[in-house]
Every structure is written in structure tokens, then in C-alpha cells.
Nanobody, 123 residues
């Protein structure tokens, strides 16, 4: 049984930074593509960052240059470093895992999800 547990969310001011973590159990993060998906109230889920088994990464245009996804296979943990945060980054952030090798930002490609961690950026 796959379990993904996020942590690290919180409230920051514009320009601040946060680091999200996602600890996985029942799943080897180094084997498949994993990613981060966010959702704001009234909006659809948005895939923002993903990393595949080779460590290749992709990002949504909205976060490119500000967010960095990484993983520590020894700790079986996925990370999202978020810098230069903006109010529009306010959302619930979910860690998600695929059963495939291709890196993807599409939420429909993800099979397992964490419970989410809230990020709030104030102006």
C-alpha cells in the first residue's frame, strides 16, 4: 500500500521561501516519475513540477526559475524548494506518484496522492 505524507507547508510573505517534503512508504521514489500538484479553491489541479527515475525534471511555466523539485532515494523522500513565493502560489500542495517512467505534469497520470499541505503567501 502506497502512502505519501507531505510536510513543510505554512504561511509566508511575498518573496519568502518554503521547502515541502513528501515521505513515501510502499513505493520506491527512485523507480518512477513523481511530482507536485497544487490546487487553489475553485480551480483545477495544476501539475507544477515532476522528476523521473533518471532525475530529469520538468516544471510548469508558472513556477519555472522559482521552484526546484528533487529527491533523496536513500530517505525515500521527495522535495519541493519554493523561492520567491507570490500570493498566486497560495494553494494546497499535493505530492503524487505514477507507476510509469515518463515524466509528466498531468494530474491524470498520477496514481497515488498524499493528503496535501497548505501553502499561503500573503502580500
Amino acid at each position: 500500500q502506497v502512502e505519501l505524507v507531505e510536510s513543510g507547508g505554512g504561511s509566508v510573505q511575498t518573496g519568502g521561501s518554503l521547502r515541502l517534503s513528501c515521505r513515501a512508504s510502499g513505493y520506491k521514489i527512485g523507480a518512477y516519475c513523481m511530482g507536485w500538484v497544487r490546487q487553489s479553491p475553485g480551480k483545477a489541479r495544476e501539475g507544477i513540477a515532476a522528476i523521473d527515475s533518471d532525475g530529469d525534471t520538468i516544471y510548469a511555466d508558472s513556477v519555472t526559475g522559482r521552484f526546484t523539485v528533487s529527491k533523496d532515494s536513500a530517505k525515500n523522500t521527495l522535495y519541493l524548494q519554493m523561492n520567491s513565493l507570490k500570493p498566486e502560489d497560495t494553494a494546497m500542495y499535493y505530492c503524487a506518484a505514477t507507476r510509469g517512467l515518463l515524466v509528466s505534469l498531468r494530474p491524470v497520470d498520477y496514481n497515488d496522492w498524499g493528503q496535501g499541505t497548505q501553502v499561503t503567501v500573503s502580500s
